[in-house]
């Protein structure tokens, strides 16, 4: 419990214990965990030096390999992020289909490997288990947790997927953080730049770009839009196509050859960032080619992918209602913004220079390993502040295989929408809720994110019932659905997991089966962390009671609270962790209106002694 | 599924829905924002009361807090943040006074509208249907958006006169014929991406 938070927004509960948060960048080609360390945030390399993972992962029956040692192997899986959250359906046509064998006969498609189908999440997972140990190694200690970024782009059903694939390696996520916005506090906090700034965040497989209005501490994004079925890989891709066009080959060579192929076209291309000609030898099985790749052939190719991410840049610019004249800086992220055609571009959209003094491969997880830190409660002064949008709008399907929106896309986070339906029928006792996100007017060109009923509504005529339906969208960028009504009480509720996400107990599935962690150390652990979770709980609990008990509390109520804390303490010495966690979580639910009362009368009072010529004396 | 629904601006409490409960931070978001009751209001206290009560409630300040404190920042800070949506929106604020003085703009049952207004409004819509015809779109298109942005600034400047000497009936006028004239902003809004893609 963090009561004290409220009347002191700096101190966490044991200020000597500093917490270990890291901030990680999943990303579609190479992944980064950061740590902030005596006050600076930075990257933390591996054993041998290197800052980049490779987000490629090997599994045999005995072992997992991830990373460069993982990208020698044959069979190794490369690029799993762009099926995050997707299912089966979701891979007809889809390029990685060519270069993957899939398994699709479960819930979620599956990477055809050695040691069976393995998930997009299941890959991931590997990549944070890997990021995770590395962290932990170099900080020496154990992770209250992380902060992972996705592209601001990802829909609901993205983030879940990557939310439970830290679950699977038992990696708590203390916020999904969009990698603009991240990049965004990077810059924001290292320039001291204030106004509106515009990040351009073109990824290995995914682009986004963000309007955010930095001041003083405050990061507020503006708008958000993207693309997450484009990316850097793309151009590639299309270097590949053009080299076996030269050589003469017809149809993508398989495995091994086309990795080779995909080297020396990145290697290409950044040569070609330094150079204006590269010479070019290629053997392909009886194929030869010599000759040069020259910058203007390059550009040329991928022309219409760098236009293709200004569509979106103008929708930031409408959505938010801002003039291009009005943006203080441009900032580029992600290892494609090297190419000079690309930022060549951008300038010319924004009319002005882009900044390229950042490193755009780690710009993400030095933002996000600041906002963990501060999460774990190690920064003093509390004057950070994220607020972001939803990136797409949330609707219901209504008559006529329409959607009708409750949540526009842009709004800031976390928000809570009502919307009232009524029956259409005569002594209809049911309501289907078929839960959408996307622009789009028509049901089939959105994204379907969940359906439900709610059921045993009193018969009435048509129209007489009220059926409140509630959007609850979390910081994280989740959404929750309920829906009531109030004559009858009846109650239905869905937290959003879409049909190809995974259920409580296939997280616990593959966590047992995918992870190697002793169990014995395991128990110990959990055990460990319940004791501390309790003590934290009575501590808060305690100091609140003897701060204010008496005011917000009747004597029978105290008793209750008294009595539940003390089951705590029975539980703790008892070293029962299942107990423990009963103990403390009828503790929170027994003090929850308390706790409420209170949180509601400090931001009143906070408030209240506060005038403006205060606030701006600071 | 439903013939009509009816969106509420407000964030309605929760507590039968999740047995959550319900921020209880101000009795109307004129009083949380420290704001007179009326139209007109000053956006730079607006702004900093805003970003003051996100570091009171934000969900990033409890991210290690118990599932009570939890449940009550997301809550606490989708109200803080409707509250704000709400009165910074010209017309999410006229319509919030209205419904503080109990009246009910409902744009599906009342068709009752003037005349001259509606003539006016079906002269827009033509215009708007021409833009892509137009020589130059994009400068008709503005056109039409200068045209309409004016035309909201009357209206508002008639409610906010109705509503400080609390003549509702006109008040509400306003805001009705106000509401036709953010559709058609709206759809000049969309058909604007769709000229911006192509």
Same mark, same amino acid.
């Not at chain 1, 927004?9 to 200020?15: D, K, L, N, T, V």
């Not at chain 1, 993205?158 to 699977?168: F, G, I, L, P």
């Not at chain 1, 009319?351 to 950042?358: A, G, K, T």
């Given at each position: *419990?963090?009561?004290?938070?409220?009347?002191?927004?700096?101190?966490?509960?044991?200020?000597?214990?500093?917490?270990?948060?890291?901030?990680?960048?999943?990303?579609?080609?190479?992944?980064?965990?950061?740590?902030?360390?005596?006050?600076?945030?930075?990257?933390?390399?591996?054993?041998?030096?290197?800052?980049?993972?490779?987000?490629?992962?090997?599994?045999?029956?005995?072992?997992?390999?991830?990373?460069?040692?993982?990208? *020698?192997?044959?069979?190794?899986?490369?690029?799993?992020? #762009?099926?995050?959250?997707?299912?089966?359906?979701?891979?007809?046509?889809?390029?990685?289909?060519?270069?993957?064998?899939?398994?699709?006969?479960?819930?979620?498609?599956?990477?055809?490997?050695?040691?069976?189908?393995?998930?997009?999440?299941?890959?991931?997972?590997?990549?944070?288990?890997? /990021?995770?140990?590395?962290?932990?190694?170099?900080?020496?200690?154990?992770?209250?947790?992380?902060?992972?970024?996705?592209?601001?782009?990802?829909?609901?059903?993205?983030?879940?997927?990557?939310?439970?694939?830290?679950?699977?390696?038992?990696?708590?996520?203390?916020?999904?953080?969009?990698?603009?916005?991240?990049?965004?506090?990077?810059?924001?906090?290292?320039?001291?730049?204030?106004?509106?700034?515009?990040?351009?965040? /073109?990824?290995?497989?995914?682009?986004?770009?963000?309007?955010?209005? /930095?001041?003083?501490?405050?990061?507020?994004?503006?708008?958000?839009?993207?693309?997450?079925?484009?990316?850097?890989?793309?151009?590639?891709?299309?270097?590949?196509?053009?080299?076996?066009?030269?050589?003469?080959?017809?149809?993508?060579?398989?495995?091994?050859?086309?990795?080779?192929?995909?080297?020396?076209?990145?290697?290409?291309?950044?040569?070609?960032?330094?150079?204006?000609?590269?010479?070019?030898?290629?053997?392909?099985?009886?194929?030869?080619?010599?000759?040069?790749?020259?910058?203007?052939?390059?550009?040329?190719?991928?022309?219409?992918?760098?236009?293709?991410?200004?569509?979106?840049?103008?929708?930031?610019?409408?959505?938010?209602?801002?003039?291009?004249?009005?943006?203080?800086?441009?900032? *580029?992220?992600?290892?494609?913004?090297?190419?000079?055609?690309?930022?060549?571009?951008?300038?010319?959209?924004?009319?002005?220079?882009?900044?390229?003094?950042?490193?755009?491969?780690?710009?993400?997880?030095?933002?996000?390993?600041?906002?963990?830190? @501060?999460?774990?409660?190690?920064?003093?002064?509390?004057?950070?502040?994220?607020?972001?949008?939803?990136?797409?709008?949330?609707?219901?399907?209504?008559?006529?295989?329409?959607?009708?929106?409750?949540?526009?896309?842009?709004?800031?986070?976390?928000?809570? #929408?009502?919307?009232?339906?009524?029956?259409?029928?005569?002594?209809?006792? $049911?309501?289907?809720?078929?839960?959408?996100?996307?622009?789009?007017?028509?049901?089939?060109?959105?994204?379907?994110?969940?359906?439900?009923?709610?059921?045993?509504?009193?018969?009435?005529?048509?129209?007489?019932?009220?059926?409140?339906?509630?959007?609850?969208?979390?910081?994280?960028?989740?959404?929750?659905?309920?829906?009531?009504?109030?004559?009858?009480?009846?109650?239905?509720?869905? %937290?959003?997991?879409?049909?190809?996400?995974?259920?409580?107990?296939?997280?616990?599935?593959?966590?047992?089966?995918?992870?190697?962690?002793?169990?014995?150390?395991?128990?110990?652990?959990?055990?460990?962390?319940?004791?501390?979770?309790?003590?934290?709980?009575?501590?808060?609990?305690?100091?609140?009671?003897?701060?204010?008990?008496?005011?917000?509390? %009747?004597?029978?109520?105290?008793?209750?609270?008294?009595?539940?804390?003390?089951?705590?303490?029975?539980?703790?010495?008892?070293?029962?962790?299942?107990?423990? #966690?009963?103990?403390?979580?009828?503790?929170?639910?027994?003090?929850?209106?308390?706790?409420?009362?209170?949180?509601?009368?400090?931001?009143?009072?906070?408030?209240?002694?506060?005038?403006?010529?205060?606030?701006?004396?600071? | *599924?439903?013939?009509?629904?009816?969106?509420?601006?407000?964030?309605?409490?929760?507590?039968?829905?999740?047995?959550?409960?319900?921020?209880?931070?101000?009795?109307?978001?004129?009083?949380?924002?420290?704001?007179?009751?009326?139209?007109?209001?000053?956006?730079?206290?607006?702004?900093?009361?805003?970003?003051?009560?996100?570091?009171?409630?934000?969900?990033?300040?409890?991210?290690?807090?118990?599932?009570?404190?939890?449940?009550?920042?997301?809550?606490?800070?989708?109200?803080?943040?409707?509250?704000?949506?709400?009165?910074?929106?010209?017309?999410?604020?006229?319509?919030?006074?209205?419904?503080?003085?109990?009246?009910?703009?409902?744009?599906?049952?009342?068709?009752?509208?003037?005349?001259?207004?509606?003539?006016?409004?079906?002269?827009?819509?033509?215009?708007?249907?021409?833009?892509?015809?137009?020589?130059?779109?994009?400068?008709?298109?503005?056109?039409?958006?200068?045209?309409?942005?004016?035309? #909201? @600034?009357?209206? $508002?400047?008639?409610?906010?006169?109705?509503?400080?000497?609390?003549?509702?009936?006109?008040?509400?006028?306003?805001?009705?014929?106000?509401?036709?004239?953010?559709?058609?902003?709206?759809?000049?809004?969309?058909?604007?991406?769709?000229?911006?893609?192509?």
């Amino acid at each position: *419990m963090a009561l004290l938070q409220i009347s002191e927004p700096g101190e966490s509960a044991a200020p000597h214990q500093r917490r270990l948060g890291v901030g990680i960048d999943l990303g579609t080609t190479n992944s980064l965990v950061a740590a902030v360390r005596s006050g600076v945030a930075e990257v933390l390399p591996d054993e041998r030096g290197r800052a980049a993972l490779p987000s490629t992962v090997h599994f045999s029956p005995d072992a997992i390999t991830t990373g460069h040692e993982a990208a *020698m192997l044959a069979g190794a899986i490369r690029s799993a992020k #762009r099926l995050m959250g997707k299912g089966a359906a979701d891979l007809e046509g889809h390029w990685l289909a060519a270069h993957h064998r899939f398994d699709t006969s479960g819930a979620l498609p599956g990477f055809v490997t050695e040691a069976g189908p393995k998930s997009a999440q299941e890959v991931s997972a590997a990549i944070l288990g890997a /990021l995770k140990a590395r962290a932990e190694a170099t900080l020496g200690g154990t992770l209250a947790g992380a902060v992972v970024t996705v592209p601001a782009y990802f829909d609901d059903a993205q983030r879940q997927a990557t939310k439970d694939a830290a679950a699977m390696v038992g990696l708590p996520v203390l916020r999904l953080l969009n990698e603009p916005t991240a990049a965004a506090v990077a810059y924001g906090l290292d320039s001291g730049e204030e106004g509106v700034i515009a990040v351009y965040d /073109l990824g290995g497989g995914t682009f986004d770009v963000s309007l955010l209005r /930095l001041q003083r501490g405050v990061f507020e994004v503006l708008a958000t839009a993207g693309d997450t079925a484009l990316g850097g890989d793309d151009l590639d891709n299309l270097l590949v196509d053009w080299l076996l066009e030269r050589v003469g080959v017809d149809g993508v060579p398989d495995g091994q050859a086309r990795v080779a192929l995909k080297e020396l076209a990145r290697g290409l291309k950044e040569r070609l960032s330094d150079e204006t000609s590269v010479p070019v030898e290629l053997e392909i099985g009886s194929h030869r080619w010599q000759g040069e790749l020259t910058r203007e052939t390059f550009e040329r190719l991928v022309a219409p992918l760098v236009d293709a991410t200004l569509k979106p840049c103008r929708r930031v610019l409408r959505d938010a209602k801002v003039a291009r004249e009005d943006i203080r800086a441009v900032v *580029m992220v992600g290892g494609s913004t090297r190419v000079p055609a690309v930022r060549a571009r951008v300038s010319r959209f924004f009319e002005r220079e882009v900044l390229i003094d950042i490193d755009p491969d780690s710009v993400v997880a030095i933002g996000a390993a600041v906002q963990a830190d @501060a999460l774990v409660g190690n920064r003093a002064d509390d004057d950070l502040l994220l607020l972001d949008v939803t990136p797409l709008s949330l609707g219901l399907e209504t008559m006529g295989n329409l959607v009708e929106k409750v949540i526009p896309r842009n709004t800031t986070i976390p928000v809570a #929408r009502a919307q009232e339906f009524t029956t259409y029928k005569d002594g209809q006792t $049911a309501m289907a809720l078929h839960v959408l996100q996307g622009e789009r007017e028509l049901v089939d060109d959105c994204r379907s994110l969940a359906r439900f009923e709610i059921n045993g509504l009193p018969p009435r005529v048509a129209g007489a019932l009220r059926i409140q339906v509630l959007f609850q969208v979390d910081a994280d960028g989740l959404l929750t659905v309920s829906a009531l009504e109030r004559e009858s009480g009846t109650v239905a509720s869905i %937290d959003v997991r879409p049909s190809y996400g995974l259920e409580d107990g296939e997280i616990e599935r593959m966590l047992g089966e995918s992870m190697e962690r002793a169990a014995e150390d395991a128990v110990a652990r959990a055990l460990a962390e319940q004791r501390v979770d309790a003590e934290r709980a009575l501590e808060a609990i305690g100091s609140a009671l003897a701060s204010d008990g008496d005011r917000h509390l %009747d004597g029978s109520e105290r008793a209750a609270i008294d009595a539940l804390a003390g089951a705590v303490r029975q539980a703790v010495s008892d070293g029962d962790r299942d107990a423990i #966690r009963a103990a403390v979580e009828a503790l929170e639910a027994g003090s929850a209106r308390y706790v409420e009362r209170r949180m509601n009368a400090s931001v009143h009072a906070m408030m209240a002694g506060r005038t403006l010529s205060e606030i701006d004396d600071e | *599924m439903r013939l009509r629904g009816v969106v509420h601006d407000l964030v309605v409490d929760v507590d039968g829905a999740a047995d959550a409960a319900r921020p209880d931070l101000s009795a109307d978001y004129f009083t949380l924002f420290d704001q007179p009751r009326r139209f007109s209001i000053d956006e730079d206290v607006l702004a900093e009361r805003y970003r003051r009560l996100q570091g009171l409630t934000h969900p990033d300040r409890f991210a290690s807090a118990s599932t009570v404190e939890r449940r009550w920042s997301v809550q606490a800070s989708s109200f803080v943040n409707d509250g704000f949506e709400t009165l910074r929106r010209p017309l999410k604020r006229a319509l919030y006074l209205l419904s503080l003085a109990g009246v009910s703009v409902d744009e599906e049952t009342d068709t009752a509208m003037d005349a001259m207004f509606l003539m006016q409004q079906m002269e827009r819509r033509e215009a708007l249907e021409g833009v892509a015809g137009a020589a130059d779109p994009l400068a008709a298109l503005t056109a039409i958006e200068r045209d309409l942005e004016s035309a #909201r @600034a009357e209206v $508002a400047g008639e409610f906010d006169a109705a509503s400080a000497r609390a003549d509702w009936p006109a008040a509400r006028d306003a805001v009705r014929r106000w509401q036709f004239l953010d559709k058609l902003g709206r759809e000049a809004d969309d058909l604007g991406a769709r000229l911006d893609d192509d």
